[in-house]
């Protein structure tokens, strides 16, 4: 398995030649009760042939609506889209039939095996049958879902899923290849190897990419990016021209003994500061332009307090041109107090030799950690480690195998009704009432959270002006972006003002500025002293945990600061590992050592 991150991306196209798709004055919208959407407004660019191209935009965008026009499955109102020399609305079958398209929910069908879910979409292409051997054969061993044909797609990890999903678009080889977020809700080990699949198509077979993502790092893997802003263009071109236009605008900070959260809400206060986000024991800058960076400036009653430039990264440039064009960017409330010192803090969550079996099959394998009162801790895994399993298990949803559970002073095997008042829990997908208002999912969870008639109101009231949602007060839950389901979904699981809260990997697919909203606001509760429990795929955001436990097939391999775990990481060849250096060294170390007799 190569899980290599290339540089850049090669390419074998001719600047000379004719691009692959060519979006000229598009517009869309879409009618949603009595209000009309405007999806997309007068965008213009092109796709040249051969290479990577990214679309970026927050929740909103236009980006899936973008490539259900460019598939020939939506037609514009005005202006086209010319792919591969044909127009995607008057010739959409000869388009169909020349490109591959991954939507972000892709078709598989769950009770099918691989190799039926293989044969189903060769049908749907019409390859003949004579072809089929090889290619299935060639997809198999790109995507290494070879010893897995046999095996139902329902069985297999959300990895493997989307591997799958890619192979199935790929089925007849494609001129353009359409990918509609591919790597939203998978580990960084997989979203590695669904890259090196795009990466190979693109250097082996000359295929066209445009993929969309809300994941910014990868945006620096593209050789060139569109970016899209409530349906508008805001810019094209590669990483490295967006973002020179930052340099010198990036800083570390290091905040010296002042709390990293309080610093941050001190800092995200503070003039010439346009972004701030916590980077492990570091807090990383970006000031506005024509201002400059000290530290007895931006902290001046921090003595120990210092700060060094540091190199600009593609996202700086993009939340820096979502904010000059006045993107919303919330601050988290001060907090009242400083937290105490760790060592006087109680453990509000005890796990000792914990165990869920399912038959034979142990999904948590005795695992033992703690989480102090006002801690963040991440649990960290790949597709199935058991993350998801060990949260419903200190939720009180499902009950242990083995070993004990104390949450909120509550041992869970006897007394999970006792803790359960205590917790809030917003789950990995949006379970909340699709077909209900806003303000009915909130009274309801009010209700069930047992929140007094008396309160009732005031708990929505705070939670539609909190959460930004009194606009949409009356709008049905299941047609809001993303980020605004989260944001309804968050506000919903704090409704009785939890002690515990476990987020289970709250911000799959979310973009940058709405992730910072909400981590924004968990910084806020922290420092109220609310204990937070998280799940992440997104290894930035695990920068802003306390400690973290990297979990692989039920068991726990690491457990420390971020800091602590990414110098197991630390080489020659790598003096300055990422998050994501660290999470995949450990990874491949445990899947050798299974590997040796």
Same mark, same amino acid.
């Given at each position: ?59 909103? &965008? ?26 995607? #609305? ?22 099918? #095996? ?6 189903? %979409? ?11 051997? *090889? ?27 989307? +591997? ?14 359409? =990918?509609?977020?591919? #790597? ?19 250097? $082996? ?35 490295? &021209? ?7 605008? #990036? ?12 610093? =941050? ?48 990264? @593609? ?10 064009r006045g993107a919303a960017h919330h601050h988290a409330a001060a907090p009242a107090a400083a937290p105490a010192p760790a060592q006087q803090r109680p453990a509000v969550i005890e796990v000792h030799d914990l165990q ?5 099959? %142990? ?27 060990? @949260? ?28 359960? *008042? ?50 949409? *007060?009356?709008?049905v839950s299941g047609d809001l972006s993303l980020g605004y389901k989260q944001r309804l979904a968050l506000a919903c699981a704090l409704m009785h003002e939890p002690h515990i809260l476990f987020l289970d990997e709250p ?27 998280? !799940?992440?795929? @997104?290894?930035?955001?695990? $920068? ?16 420390? !600061?971020?800091? $602590?775990? +990414? ?5 020659? *060849? ?8 660290? @999470?995949?060294? =450990?990874? $491949? ?9």
């Amino acid at each position: 398995m190569n899980t290599a991150t290339p540089t850049a991306s090669p390419t074998r196209a001719s600047d000379s030649m004719q691009p692959a798709l060519i979006v000229n004055q598009l517009h869309k919208s879409f009618r949603a009760g009595a209000r009309r959407i405007q999806a997309l407004h007068d965008i213009s660019f092109q796709v040249r042939h051969g290479v990577i191209t990214g679309l970026v935009g927050p929740d909103a &965008a236009g980006k899936t609506t973008l490539m259900r026009l460019a598939a020939g499955l939506l037609a514009p109102e005005a202006g086209s889209i010319t792919i591969l020399g044909r127009d995607a #609305t008057q010739q959409s079958l000869e388009v169909q039939a020349s490109i591959g398209y991954m939507p972000q929910r892709f078709g598989l069908y769950e009770d099918l #095996t691989v190799q039926e879910n293989l044969d189903l %979409y060769a049908d749907l292409q019409g390859v003949p049958k004579a072809a089929r051997a *090889a290619r299935y054969a060639e997809l198999m061993h790109m995507a290494g879902l070879a010893p897995f044909t046999q095996r139902l797609a329902g069985k297999l990890s959300g990895g493997m899923k989307q +591997k799958l999903g890619l192979a199935c678009a790929l089925i007849r080889q494609p001129q353009l290849l359409l =990918l509609d977020e591919p #790597t939203v809700g998978v580990d960084p080990l997989s979203r590695r190897e669904l890259w090196a699949i795009v990466y190979r198509l693109v250097r $082996e077979q000359g295929t066209s990419v445009l993929l969309s993502t809300a994941y910014l790092d990868e945006a620096e893997r593209c050789d060139d990016v569109v970016l899209l802003h409530e349906g508008r263009l805001l810019a094209q071109g590669t990483p490295a &021209a967006l973002r020179e236009p930052m340099r010198g605008r #990036t800083f570390r900070l290091n905040s010296g003994q002042r709390d990293k959260r309080a610093a =941050l809400s001190e800092l995200s206060r503070a003039p010439g500061v346009l972004d701030g986000l916590i980077q492990g024991e570091h807090i990383r800058l970006v000031m506005q332009e024509g201002t400059t960076a000290s530290a007895a400036t931006l902290l001046p009653d921090v003595a120990d307090a210092s700060i060094e430039a540091v190199p600009p990264r @593609f996202e700086d440039s993009f939340i820096a041109l979502l904010l000059d064009r006045g993107a919303a960017h919330h601050h988290a409330a001060a907090p009242a107090a400083a937290p105490a010192p760790a060592q006087q803090r109680p453990a509000v969550i005890e796990v000792h030799d914990l165990q869920c079996r399912f038959g034979d099959f %142990y999904a948590v394998n005795h695992i033992s950690f703690s989480v102090l009162q006002g801690e963040v801790f991440g649990l960290l895994g790949a597709n199935g480690a058991g993350k998801s399993t060990t @949260f419903r298990m200190l939720c009180g949803l499902l009950p242990p195998s083995g070993g004990t559970l104390r949450v909120a002073g509550a041992d869970l095997r006897h007394a999970a009704a006792a803790a359960r *008042a205590r917790i809030g829990y917003m789950s990995q997908r949006f379970s909340l009432y699709g077909n209900l208002s806003v303000a009915e999912n909130l009274r309801f969870f009010s209700s069930i959270y047992g929140v007094s008639s008396r309160e009732d109101g005031d708990r929505i009231q705070w939670a539609l002006r909190e959460f930004e949602l009194e606009a949409m *007060a009356d709008f049905v839950s299941g047609d809001l972006s993303l980020g605004y389901k989260q944001r309804l979904a968050l506000a919903c699981a704090l409704m009785h003002e939890p002690h515990i809260l476990f987020l289970d990997e709250p911000t799959s697919g979310v973009d940058p500025l709405a992730r910072r909203e909400f981590w924004a606001r968990i910084n806020a509760l922290a420092q109220q002293g609310v204990t937070v429990m998280v !799940t992440t795929h @997104f290894m930035e955001e695990a $920068e802003y945990c306390d400690r973290l436990a990297i979990m692989a097939s039920g068991e726990i391999l690491t457990l420390g !600061t971020p800091g $602590e775990i +990414k110098a197991q990481a630390r080489s020659a *060849a790598l003096p300055d590992p990422t998050m994501e250096d660290a @999470f995949v060294a =450990l990874i $491949e170390a445990r899947e050798r050592r299974g590997a040796t007799p």
